[in-house]
């Protein structure tokens, strides 16, 4: 597409073309990486031992606070770059593009330097015994500390990407990723026989290859992109970062207060006993399906939402909001019905080990009940990091894992044991959803007061 035509899926196309176009190849995207995380539990789990089936759980945290830190850069420079190019300010844009790659390059670095001095502690902190020690850090290893910048630029460049209209690139080239570590998983960890660290070494190339992938299109799209990764346009630097940080910080937050919160969920686990740590991380590994479309769906809007608040069309603004929200509860309410009706029989494809199999089938249909509240509480989050409400993403990305999840495990721990652990969620979401809600019709009124006026 021409710069043009890319404009106008953000400006004029019918909604569920811009949909189409822009939003559902990176739900797409996101459903292959969340096929590709099943598939390190899956093969893993051919091993027939719960420690190391375990070991990824443990891992997961950790490796996903990656994550956090592509969304500070990617999701912030992502709904900065929209916003300029809604407003006509194309110039600026190279300056925030430059400014989040190169933030974020340096950001994987330090990350990988920090894992690898402190490595066995931070595990300890997060659950892993003596057991599952040195299956987790192997993972970490290779799929964290020497994947540190594969994952991250690949997460960043499909931000960065889609807000410049390359929602289908953007979409492939996690796709190639994903489909890469799909392929390695069996044969680094069943035919080469390295297990779990197996598994990590594959995520490791398949995150190398898409993040190839992405600068390779850059490069190819040179004149016609208006995103630059060059030093020469790391300018404005203060300006750049105060815009890019006060949309990024609350996602970058949200990740992590879910990365603790699943820390906090490990650790209390495991004095349950390995099993229970197994079985709900397969558990997990299955609720991540509903999971995976909401943040596919919230993070390809971004773009479409900011694109059109800055532009003064706030009526379009929620009629995308709207078609999102509507696909994204509808499918966490199709997950709920389905994947409960065959809990057990989704586990044990992950480990044929009956005491696993029984706690994770009675694990999920709880952890699914959370699903449709959780779609609404990330949906409305996206809209404000759409619009630069960075105050109203704050209280929200806080709240939802951090300032009430977290709490609420360790009461219902003292009160229900593990299922009290396992139901916490669903509290939580809840909750938020009262907080969302109202925070949303505070942001409607000031919309209607003054609907031509940004935030």
Not at 75 to 80: C, D, Q, V
Not at 311 to 329: D, E, H, I, T, Y
Request: overall charge positive; proline content about 4%; charged content about 10%.
């Amino acid at each position: 597409m021409t710069r043009e035509e890319r404009d106008a899926l953000f400006s004029e196309a019918p909604i569920w073309k811009a949909i189409r176009c822009l939003v559902l190849p990176t739900v797409l995207g996101q459903l292959t990486i969340m096929v590709y995380n099943l598939t390190d539990t899956y093969f893993v789990g051919q091993t027939g031992d719960p420690a190391q089936v375990a070991a990824v759980s443990l891992a997961f945290p950790l490796y996903h606070l990656l994550n956090a830190l592509s969304n500070l850069f990617g999701i912030g420079g992502a709904s900065l770059i929209s916003r300029l190019l809604g407003a006509g300010s194309q110039e600026r844009v190279k300056n925030a593009s430059a400014f989040c790659f190169w933030g974020a390059l340096l950001s994987a670095l330090l990350y990988a330097l920090v894992l690898e001095l402190f490595m066995e502690p931070l595990l300890r902190a997060s659950g892993a015994s003596s057991e599952t020690l040195a299956f987790t850090a192997s993972y970490m290893h290779w799929a964290a500390v020497i994947g540190s910048v594969p994952t991250m630029l690949s997460l960043l460049l499909a931000h960065l990407l889609r807000s410049d209209g390359y929602g289908a690139q953007a979409g492939i080239g996690m796709t190639l990723g994903s489909v890469s570590n799909i392929l390695l998983d069996p044969v680094f960890v069943l035919v080469f026989g390295l297990g779990v660290t197996g598994a990590a070494i594959a995520t490791c190339l398949s995150n190398l290859l898409s993040a190839l992938y992405f600068l390779l299109l850059q490069r190819h799209n040179r004149g016609r992109s208006r995103l630059s990764f060059s030093l020469r346009d790391l300018k404005e630097i203060s300006a750049v970062a105060g815009a890019v940080f006060a949309v990024g910080l609350p996602a970058a937050i949200y990740v992590t207060t879910s990365s603790l919160a699943n820390i906090v969920f490990n650790h209390l686990l495991a004095g349950f006993g390995d099993v229970t740590v197994a079985a709900a991380g397969v558990a997990k590994k299955i609720d991540v399906v509903p999971l995976n479309v909401c943040l596919g769906l919230s993070h390809g809007v971004i773009p479409l939402l900011a694109f059109n608040y800055t532009a003064k069309n706030p009526r379009r603004m929620r009629a995308a909001l709207r078609a999102v929200l509507g696909l994204s509860v509808g499918v966490c309410l199709a997950c709920l019905l389905l994947f409960s009706l065959c809990a057990e029989d989704l586990v044990r494809l992950f480990i044929d080990d009956e005491a696993t199999a029984r706690s994770g089938g009675v694990f999920l249909p709880i952890m699914l009940a959370a699903t449709p509240l959780m779609a609404v509480n990330i949906m409305i989050n996206s809209l404000f990091q759409a619009t630069g409400h960075s105050r109203e993403s704050v209280v929200l990305s806080l709240s939802r894992q951090g300032l009430v999840n977290i709490p609420l495990m360790f009461l219902f721990r003292a009160l229900y044991g593990v299922y009290g652990v396992v139901s916490a969620q669903l509290a939580a979401d809840a909750l938020t959803l009262l907080l969302s809600l109202a925070l949303y019709a505070r942001f409607l009124h000031r919309l209607r007061a003054a609907p031509t006026q940004p935030g």
